[in-house]
């Protein structure tokens, strides 16, 4: 069975740094992109950042400077480094890929993990 595993969320202090991490569990043949999304109270999930298998990476604009994307497709995981953590950022943080392969060519489809909290607060 394929997952996807977040980790790394807590409760941090403004203007401190926070790492996600996001590990694809099972016998895996290959990852398409790969994706963070947060949710805050009372909003809509909204894309943060997504990288592709060859590493090209996107952003929202107004998160751009603080976050970074990254992988490890030697792991099947994939990361986003967070900056200077403001209480705007505190949302769950979910992970969430196009389609994955497995060794026996078995293939799923928008898989979703099942969330990290982060929260930023004096």
């Known amino acids: 069975q394929v997952q996807l595993v977040e980790s790394g969320g807590g409760l941090v202090q403004p203007g401190e740094p926070l790492r996600l991490s996001c590990k694809v569990t099972g016998n895996i043949d290959s990852i398409e992109t790969m994706r963070w999304y947060r949710q805050s109270p009372g909003a809509q999930r909204a894309l943060v950042a997504s990288?592709?298998?060859?590493?090209?990476?996107t952003y929202d604009p107004s998160m751009k400077v603080r976050f970074t994307i990254s992988r490890d497709n030697a792991k099947n995981m994939t990361f986003l480094q967070m900056n200077n953590l403001t209480p705007e950022d505190t949302a769950v943080y979910y992970c969430?890929?196009?389609?994955?392969?497995?060794?026996?060519?078995?293939?799923?489809?928008?898989?979703w993990g099942q969330g990290t909290q982060v929260t930023v607060s004096s």
């Open positions: 969430n890929t196009d389609r994955v392969v497995n060794t026996v060519g078995r293939i799923w489809f928008n898989l």
């Open positions: 990288i592709s298998r060859d590493g090209t990476t």
